[in-house]
């Protein structure tokens, strides 16, 4: 694990993917798009900010572990489900000495290769980006790791012509029992509730795709055919932020992200990022890190 990280952190990767991860741990995969760990502590994830281009399934069976994911800290303990989806980033990663889990990456594609014909599972995992831990029951639990183990068996059978199809397959049934532990905690929320995570995934999904560029309140809201005002509300209600503490969220995450694992300068970082000039975009930059760009960059 420790190998896998520092070899991470020499290469610079800006983000983590399935190619980047086959790069520098010996894992059982398929192609680049998927990945099975019998260890969750082989997992080469960093304690500088990376933003994933994957999807991360993890069932922690033993132990404590804890991550940023979007700055905001994560608890994990054992029975508990773990889903971080693509463009999330992902920052202090620390297990304690004793963990022990099992955990499969996907890219994109494939996950959407598996769920294009199944009802309702995209809204499902778009309200684990906001409900990122699950707890699982003991036989949930042992179901899942029957799935891994005939997954991985399936996997590891590279002589049979239907591989991939039938570890496709294999998938979309664990991924239907998941999908049922979170429509249950979805259900377990009032309506009142679940407008409001409604409307915070709307809204996440705008920002996610158009932060470079725009971080007015009322753009966004706009576009939800809603008032600034009522988008603040309902996405106060769901995370316990405000609309403009997202958007500098993202927009933070990302400048970290180009300042530790890019060459680009902080000009190019200035315009890329749509700032109006280098000493808006220092001052944005101090305000929410404490410290100035450049002093990031050599931290």
Not at 50 to 76: N, P, W
Not at 79 to 98: H, K, R, W
Not at 214 to 235: G, N
Request: one cysteine or more; hydrophobic letters at 35%; a neutral charge.
């Amino acid at each position: 694990m420790l190998l896998c990280k520092r070899i991470m952190e020499q290469e610079n990767i800006n983000s983590i993917t399935i190619q980047s991860v086959k790069a520098v741990c010996e894992c059982s995969f398929i192609d680049n798009d998927l990945v099975v760990f019998d260890e969750i502590a082989d997992i080469p994830l960093p304690n500088e900010p990376r933003r994933m281009k994957c999807i991360l399934l993890a069932l922690c069976l033993h132990g404590k572990g804890q991550y940023s994911m979007d700055t905001e800290e994560r608890m994990v303990k054992a029975n508990d489900l773990i889903i971080i989806n693509e463009e999330q980033v992902i920052d202090n990663y620390m297990l304690s000495s004793d963990i022990s889990g099992i955990a499969i990456m996907l890219s994109p594609h494939f996950f959407s290769e598996i769920v294009k014909d199944i009802h309702d599972l995209s809204s499902l995992f778009l309200f684990s980006r906001t409900h990122p831990v699950f707890s699982l029951t003991q036989d949930t639990c042992d179901t899942i790791k029957s799935y891994f183990n005939l997954i991985k068996e399936k996997m590891e059978t590279k002589d049979h012509y239907f591989r991939k199809d039938v570890v496709r397959n294999l998938m979309s049934a664990m991924i239907y029992d998941l999908s049922h532990v979170i429509y249950q905690t979805q259900q377990q929320r009032n309506q009142k509730e679940s407008r409001a995570d409604a409307i915070f995934a709307e809204f996440i999904r705008l920002v996610e795709r158009n932060f470079r560029h725009e971080r007015r309140v009322s753009w966004y809201s706009e576009r939800m055919s809603i008032t600034p005002k009522y988008l603040s509300e309902m996405v106060k209600r769901a995370s316990r932020r405000t609309p403009n503490e997202w958007i500098d969220n993202y927009v933070t995450l990302e400048i970290r992200v180009l300042l530790k694992n890019t060459t680009k300068s902080i000009k190019e970082i200035t315009k890329e990022l749509h700032f109006p000039n280098q000493s808006f975009f220092g001052k944005f930059f101090k305000e929410h890190v404490g410290m100035s760009p450049s002093e990031y960059r050599k931290s």
